[in-house]
């Protein structure tokens, strides 16, 4: 994939409720997207 999801998010300053609220999903859920743990596809696809 190249960069990680988590080395983008910090290099454009954000944390990861933000990111959450932009997505509009948990800050759990960015954090299981950025631990690889579920598909950020999946939770995009929604």
Not at 25 to 46: C, F, M, P
Request: proline share 2%; charged share 25%.
């Amino acid at each position: 994939m190249g960069t990680c999801p988590v080395e983008i998010r910090r290099s454009r300053g954000l944390t990861q409720q933000q990111v959450a609220e932009r997505m509009g999903v948990t800050k759990g859920r960015i954090s299981q997207i950025e631990q690889g743990k579920i598909s950020g596809h999946d939770t995009l696809a929604r």
